[in-house]
């Protein structure tokens, strides 16, 4: 690759270049903790996706992710990279601001906040990967995560309530990364389709009765009418399924293809370890 000013640099690649027929569009050069790398473009052929009339609903929760083909994806713990960061701060904020031990404890703060950051990245890659390939339609709740997740402190005058828990709930919220889960899936699925979250998680999937009863904790699902017991994620995601393949026409459930539940638990537990 050629960059103005430097010259003529060669790019070097775990497993050479991924697209050997596709042309170069786009190049940009970055330098990430002390290393430069290069993040080239290609233009590939990708053949049209195939609508097979199948469609899955995806129910977004805490940590996990469950669909309505009776599956639940969960986040693998990344509790020892978090306790590794925290003691990372903790030394930077006893050392001289500037001098090497500093820059030593910055730097190792810096390599493990992005291997954190990687290892989420790379479970929301694969379970996206995963739903996307089960059907060409994939119905998701149309989540406001900006205002879901806004501080709840309130102002001087009028403090909030439960200020310590709803921060706790909007830091996990935002390391599940549902915005981010629903870009993948927005660019990997053949259709992807939002519907009005309320009352997903309250509403029985089998008879359709409607009652904050039903959801007796959060895993535990229960209609208070018919006795229909759920994980209640599941039942949600059977719900979302319901109205998004009403609306689009799509009647067919989708079942998971790839790789099973206990084998993305495998893989994502790999990648904590």
Not at 96 to 102: A, D, E, F, Q, V
Not at 172 to 187: F, K, P, V
Request: glycine content about 8%; aromatic content about 4%; hydrophobic content about 35%.
């Amino acid at each position: 690759m050629y960059i103005p000013k430097i010259g003529r640099c060669k790019l070097r690649r775990k497993g050479g270049n991924p697209y050997p027929d596709g042309t170069p569009k786009q190049a940009r050069v970055l330098k990430r903790r002390g290393k430069w790398y290069a993040v080239v473009t290609y233009a590939v052929d990708v053949p049209a996706p195939v609508d097979d009339g199948l469609a899955i609903g995806v129910d977004m929760n805490v940590g996990q992710v469950a669909t309505s083909s009776d599956h639940r994806m969960v986040m693998p713990s990344q509790q020892r990279l978090i306790v590794r960061r925290r003691r990372y701060q903790r030394m930077m904020s006893r050392r001289k601001t500037g001098s090497k031990r500093y820059r030593r404890a910055k730097r190792m703060h810096t390599k493990t906040t992005a291997k954190l950051a990687n290892r989420k990245n790379d479970w929301r890659h694969k379970v996206s990967r995963v739903i996307a390939d089960s059907a060409h339609t994939v119905v998701v709740e149309d989540l406001n995560t900006k205002g879901m997740t806004r501080s709840a402190k309130g102002t001087k005058a009028q403090p909030g309530q439960h200020v310590k828990a709803k921060a706790g709930l909007n830091r996990e919220i935002q390391n599940t990364g549902w915005s981010q889960l629903r870009a993948m899936l927005d660019y990997k699925a053949g259709k992807l389709v939002t519907v009005n979250p309320k009352y997903t998680s309250q509403t029985c999937h089998a008879c359709g009765h409607v009652d904050a009863r039903n959801r007796r904790t959060q895993a535990e699902f229960k209609c208070v009418q018919c006795g229909h017991e759920s994980h209640a994620d599941i039942n949600a995601a059977l719900n979302i399924w319901a109205s998004g393949s009403g609306a689009t026409g799509q009647g067919r459930a989708a079942t998971l293809v790839g790789p099973t539940i206990r084998q993305i638990d495998i893989l994502t537990a790999a990648c904590a370890v």
